[in-house]
């Protein structure tokens, strides 16, 4: 099925969460008008529909080969990054002195949608370079800078983030890879890497690995980490990759999906040593790397909205054209296209609703970023980074679990054919279960929100922001829009049990904090689902809102907000048991 | 990692839904005593654990090969399936008069739920085979029933059903098979069947297909269609298999999961028209059909129940091995066990509550097609008959719903490792996927719970079901019992908002039936999640009940029920947007 970039439903996320018309009109996106923004989205729709979208299926049923330490991608993809990085596409979110367009994170998200909603295998490669070129801007030396940047912007090169090891994934204080500092200031790196990310390709010419690493005398635990750049080839005098480094990839993962997308466990120093550079100071890589990780984090996120809007638009494609049965509204003798029969049009409906919720929430992110970046306040800068880290948890953790779930109920809309592979739904489900796992499982995100982001200002970022959704409820109540429905009253109580639950975790985690802890997923899915009704209600409520923003807000107050009550409920009531029952796990 | 068969929560399950104790002592389930239950379930077990567990993974990556019209299962499923016969599992729950063991639907529940558990791909082809042989019972013709049911029960011979055509999934009244009578009293079919589980394969020496077709002369619609048994090799004077009827198997799905069973694509009467027997009335082939497909509903809900108990072990033993991270219980100075983290907890208990519920849902099921069959009194027969009417829906759709729900916290609790198939958490939610969709998908499970079976008997067969609730609720509250929690309140709160949702829905059934369409999923999964809170709590209720069937009761009411009163919301109040909201889903 062909992709048709969401240019219109990304512009009105933009136009609420971002106030994009108004920061336009005043200049605070520097170089940016309305036009440039939707020309740029529609130029990058063409270009994931004519270029990556055709490569998602065959990239699927080919998948990335090894051989003797060689990947090749499936046919396509080399030619595809090429086209991708010719086009500047790689350079786009990319800071102007090392070559980049300079744009602002609103965009860089809502063009990082549509390439993974095209290709999400495609996509993971520019998201992980993106991150690495983050971490050498902010912990790098100038001379890491100009020696890696400009090649890393421009797409010749791409970047990696080697974390995990056998026994060190969530937890990164047990990891083992060593690092030994040499005469001539370089490092010798020695140990083996797991599930690192195009980590070796056939795509571009060098491969630039961001690594952490033990010194010999670091301290224990994640106080004593460091992080290096190694490339997969060592520069010659004229910065043209020249011998290979010692970094071999030992092999690929057998996985469940994004097939194409080669996931590698990667040698260091078999030979000897693999020559790293140090980034940043030495003992203090896991903050480098956490710049990495959290605008990672949001990629993800997009990510989810991406394989949510790809899974929606296929499933109403199908509903159209698939008949069965007849409707109370079906004209003719024949069967009616199921899209008329109530409960598969509950089901798209749920899909698109959760689509835009989360594409709110993560636009959100990005917003609150690039205020952090362009406001000239001091203060009004602060607060937006603190709204970026509120909800960098929540909009990973729920755009990926909204994925998850699209994606199955878009196979469950196309019947026996979902569960076909040639139908190329079930790709969607296969691709997107790894988003709630990567970058942090969607766990940890909750025990993040929950533990850190919650105490951030003594909790006032937090009760800033439900005042904000306080503030919509108020607005809403003083609208007459009857297309609005429950809305008012369902966010309204829903923005109560929230607020209690929020009350109840800030207390316990001073007197009880397993309590807390056990009680995040439940309060991350209410904040989530709160904030998304809250997003989508403000788009209801713009001028010249449609009657499709006023349907689809008052779809979700009423049916897919009306989980948070009880969510919240659980986050404040529902421990005890998680706390003590032995017998049940024994 | 291998199975072990849940025999305590089966037993458990059997003594709160079937009240197997007293039924037992009374002697109501003829020949039956507790001993030989546990002993049944035991050795089903022992041969699950044996010799199916082991082929299933090993299955789901050979698949089932096609290749001129034969089809070959993977290696070792022929042997089990011969040796499952040999040791008189096929026969279990098949009526004496044709071989069978005749033992009552809860016990022949809990031993397909243990062969699902091993190996689901294995476990669909006896499935079937049992349709089958309930169809042939209750239509086929003396004749018929002597000549195929003693070879079906034994398990020589297995069974299909061929409902799908491509143009008619769902909706069978469009089906295009034909059948015409000859001369000699039998039919020529001629058409294409697809999705047909089982229809080729080389574990058994005949395969007896029940086909849906149309005659010449017959009405239109679902009232025109008159089912045939077709055998693939017509049987000889002596009534052994001789020449090879004239069906054909063209090809098999290339699929999301159970790769190890075959799904074809039926071609018959390619040369000239295959040879098949009426079962039944000419134009009666439905309700018969309906016969097989209720039994088999219900046998699809325990596949549900199985894949999410055997993810859930996977789950459980993968938290107790691998370490991350310090807990607040963990001793020591190395990492803790994830399995003591609390959100870990809350998902592993998430988790086995929902397994445990399904299971419960199921086996009430079964429990009231038991009572329907071996009730003395016709009036309690007939009460029975509807009980099993109005839960079997639910029993599908809600157990299968869990299975992919429960498969893919699953692979979330291995983290990076779930994401990698030979890990194997994968193949559960692959495998768990169809279930949702096949004998009916959980949409049409749900319209059918809302439009025929809340109407039973003027409503009074839900309504005295939701009395049943009731008592539980008062009895709780009569129980001074603090390690039930807020099981008491939150099971009234949402028995009370289930209620007011029934009352709607049988009121816009009349006036605006698609009000009560729209809101049939949410309504049913409220309904799902009360009817197991209700059992979970009987469970903990009963004499004898452990601490950990308290345990689970209130994790249960305190983290699963808590969702059903804003589902019940939805299913009154979320209907607008679903039906007028044209612009949404353009």
Partial sequence: MSYSAPVDDIVTALKT??????????GLYPGLDADTVRAVLDEAGNFAADVLAPLNWSGDRVGARWQDGNVSTPPGFADAYRQFSAAGWSALPCSEEFGGQGLPEIISSSVGEIWNAANLAFGLCPLLTQGAIHAIEAGGSDALKQTYLPKMVSGQW??????????AGSDLSGLKTRAEKQADGTYRITGTKIFITCG???MAENIIHLVLARLPDAPAGTRGISLFLVPKFLLTADGTPGARNDVVCAGIEHKLGIMASPTCIMK????????????????RGLANMFVMMNSAR?????????????????????????????????????????????????????????????RMICLATAAALDNATYAADPEEAKAARNLAALLTPVAKSFATDVAVDVASLGIQVHGG???????????HLRDARILPIYEGTNGIQAIDLVTRKLPLEGGNVVTDYLSGIGDCVTKLHASDNAGLGRT??????????????????????????????????????????????RYL?????????????IALARFFAENCLTAAVGLSDSAMNGSATVLASEGLLA
């Avoid at 969460?17 to 108004?22: K, Q, S, T």
């Avoid at 791409?158 to 026994?167: F, R």
């Avoid at 209600?537 to 923003?549: F, Q, T, Y």
């Fill in 417 to 427: 054919m979902g569960f076909v592979e040639e139908t190329g739904a079930a790709q």
């Fill in 537 to 549: 209600a403000e788009a209801a409520l713009r001028d010249g809102a449609s009657s499709s923003d």
């Fill in 298 to 358: 949001l990629a993800v996120g997009i990510q989810g909205v991406a394989i949510a809007d790809r899974a929606t638009q296929r499933a109403i494609a199908f509903a159209k054209e698939r008949t069965q049965g007849r409707s109370s509204t079906s004209s003719g003798a024949g069967m009616a296209p199921i899209v008329e029969h109530p409960d598969i049009r509950r089901t798209l409906l749920t899909m698109k609703a959760l689509t835009q919720a989360s």
């Fill in 488 to 533: 008012a009253k369902n966010l309204k109580d829903a923005l109560d049990a929230l607020s209690a639950a929020t009350r109840f975790i800030g207390k316990s985690l001073a007197s009880d904090p397993d309590a807390g802890l056990a009680g995040a997923t439940p309060y991350l899915n209410a904040f989530a689902r709160v904030a998304g009704a």
């Fill in 158 to 167: 791409t970047g990696t983030m080697n974390l995990t090891e056998p026994h």
């Fill in 268 to 283: 260091f120093g078999e030979q000897g040593g693999a020559t790293g550079y140090l980034v940043g100071e030495e003992n």
């Fill in 17 to 26: 969460v971002a106030d994009l018309d108004v920061r336009l009109a005043n």
């Fill in 200 to 202: 070796e390709h056939d």
